[in-house]
């Protein structure tokens, strides 16, 4: 099948690799990109290098417990660092034979493939909608399914639902029963294409711009209404003051004159927040944004990134626990240095913040080839129209 207009970046790199060596053929089509199982175990162990990719190394955990042969799992120094025990926990509850060689149950993991069996799970994704997410993929690969239970309050659920979205639309079954998931799989065909939208965490800094400078910016091939979680921080810059335009496959923004403080529960939009505290710090008066305590296990611990991100630019920014409250009015006096802590998040915010100032200083900006590499021509693009 076809995949049309998907993420071309290191993720999306990763994660195909690690297909590839499961047995799956992906190879680039005129439409975006050409995939084929079946996946095939080996009597070998199978390296799975997710690189620096969370959502890999989340989904395969799963598919590989659900596919005959032997795994390891590897990743970056950093990816190996973030959370996967509650997804861990939960295929071993599944009887999935899942061996972490890393503390609290971090990659990398030696997974005993086709152990993962038909049944109810309870997941603690507190950490991570993802986890979720990867228990309801592999589910059409368990004979018999599985039934997914959530436990406690967990961040980005919206994509939980869009997961649910991409599983019906190749034809597999997914009910809500009590909270929790039941998914088994489809009789049907997958369809011969599907069309992946864009993605709002990437396109929200490029929106902001128009908060930062001025003007209008319109954004191609975004669905609306969206499932994805990072729409929910347009509402963020409605409240900013942003005139906001949406339409199927299109968003715009537009600000004449400064925007306003924000005060926000970003537990849904984590990605967005870099981009959101660059915003805010140029607004008069104080923001704060909570609900962001799962920031801490991401790319990088992006509270307190971001909090250095602002400092380094003479701004005024304090870290709770859960949420970063910020001092608006950054005026930028001198160039910059702006540290990023090789994150391709704070990349883009600390390019929000350098638009005001020219001379600064980003550090690493290479770092967006993770997820967006053509965000610096695609922001040059804007400023030159």
């Given at each position: 099948?076809?995949?049309?207009?998907?993420?071309?970046?290191?993720?999306?790199?990763?994660?195909?690799?690690?297909?590839?060596?499961?047995?799956?053929?992906?190879?680039?089509?005129?439409?975006?990109?050409?995939?084929?199982?079946?996946?095939?175990?080996?009597?070998?162990?199978?390296?799975?290098?997710?690189?620096?990719?969370?959502?890999?190394?989340?989904?395969?955990?799963?598919?590989?417990?659900?596919?005959?042969?032997?795994?390891?799992?590897?990743?970056?120094?950093?990816?190996?660092?973030?959370?996967?025990?509650?997804?861990?926990?939960?295929?071993?509850?599944?009887?999935?034979?899942?061996?972490?060689?890393?503390?609290?149950?971090?990659?990398?993991?030696?997974?005993?493939?086709?152990?993962?069996?038909?049944?109810?799970?309870?997941?603690?994704?507190?950490?991570?909608?993802?986890?979720?997410?990867?228990?309801?993929?592999?589910?059409?690969?368990?004979?018999?399914?599985?039934?997914?239970?959530?436990?406690?309050?967990?961040?980005?659920?919206?994509?939980?639902?869009?997961?649910?979205?991409?599983?019906?639309?190749?034809?597999?079954?997914?009910?809500?029963?009590?909270?929790?998931?039941?998914?088994?799989?489809?009789?049907?065909?997958?369809?011969?294409?599907?069309?992946i939208p864009g993605?709002?965490?990437?396109?929200?800094?490029?929106?902001?711009?128009?908060?930062?400078?001025?003007?209008?910016?319109?954004?191609?091939?975004?669905?609306?209404?969206?499932?994805?979680?990072?729409?929910?921080?347009?509402?963020?810059?409605?409240?900013?003051?942003?005139?906001?335009?949406?339409?199927?496959?299109?968003?715009?923004?537009?600000?004449?004159?400064?925007?306003?403080?924000?005060?926000?529960?970003?537990?849904?939009?984590?990605?967005?927040?870099?981009?959101?505290?660059?915003?805010?710090?140029?607004?008069?008066?104080?923001?704060?944004?909570?609900?962001?305590?799962?920031?801490?296990?991401?790319?990088?611990?992006?509270?307190?990134?971001?909090?250095?991100?602002?400092?380094?630019?003479?701004?005024?920014?304090?870290?709770?626990?859960?949420?970063?409250?910020?001092?608006?009015?950054?005026?930028?006096?001198?160039?910059?240095?702006?540290?990023?802590?090789?994150?391709?998040?704070?990349?883009?915010?600390?390019?929000?913040?350098?638009?005001?100032?020219?001379?600064?200083?980003?550090?690493?900006?290479?770092?967006?080839?993770?997820?967006?590499?053509?965000?610096f021509a695609d922001?040059?693009?804007?400023?030159?129209?």
């Open positions: 099948m076809d995949l049309v207009g998907p993420l071309e970046a290191e993720d999306t790199w990763a994660l195909a690799r690690c297909l590839t060596a499961m047995g799956a053929a992906v190879a680039p089509s005129t439409a975006g990109l050409s995939v084929h199982g079946p996946l095939r175990g080996s009597d070998h162990e199978v390296i799975l290098d997710a690189g620096e990719s969370g959502t890999a190394a989340r989904f395969l955990a799963a598919l590989a417990a659900a596919t005959p042969g032997r795994f390891r799992l590897v990743g970056s120094p950093r990816l190996e660092r973030r959370p996967m025990a509650g997804l861990v926990a939960a295929l071993r509850a599944g009887g999935a034979d899942v061996a972490s060689e890393g503390q609290g149950d971090r990659m990398p993991l030696a997974i005993r493939g086709g152990t993962l069996r038909s049944g109810p799970l309870t997941v603690d994704a507190t950490s991570s909608s993802q986890f979720v997410s990867a228990l309801l993929l592999a589910a059409v690969a368990v004979e018999g399914g599985l039934e997914v239970h959530p436990e406690g309050p967990f961040p980005s659920a919206p994509y939980v639902e869009a997961t649910r979205d991409a599983l019906e639309a190749f034809g597999h079954g997914v009910s809500v029963d009590g909270g929790g998931f039941r998914v088994g799989r489809g009789a049907s065909a997958s369809p011969r294409r599907y069309e993605d709002y965490s990437s396109a929200i800094p490029l929106l902001a711009c128009a908060g930062i400078l001025g003007g209008e910016v319109g954004v191609a091939g975004l669905a609306w209404p969206s499932r994805d979680a990072d729409a929910g921080a347009l509402a963020c810059l409605a409240s900013m003051g942003l005139e906001l335009s949406m339409e199927p496959g299109r968003v715009r923004a537009a600000c004449d004159g400064a925007v306003r403080p924000l005060e926000a529960v970003a537990t849904d939009f984590p990605d967005s927040v870099p981009a959101l505290a660059a915003l805010a710090a140029f607004s008069p008066g104080t923001s704060r944004i909570a609900g962001i305590a799962h920031l801490r296990g991401k790319e990088s611990d992006r509270i307190a990134s971001v909090a250095a991100l602002l400092r380094a630019a003479g701004g005024s920014v304090r870290e709770e626990r859960d949420a970063l409250v910020i001092d608006g009015g950054l005026s930028l006096p001198r160039a910059a240095r702006l540290p990023t802590a090789a994150d391709h998040r704070l990349v883009m915010a600390a390019s929000l913040i350098a638009l005001r100032r020219s001379g600064t200083l980003i550090e690493g900006p290479g770092h967006v080839r993770k997820s967006y590499p053509r965000f922001l040059e693009s804007l400023l030159l129209r």
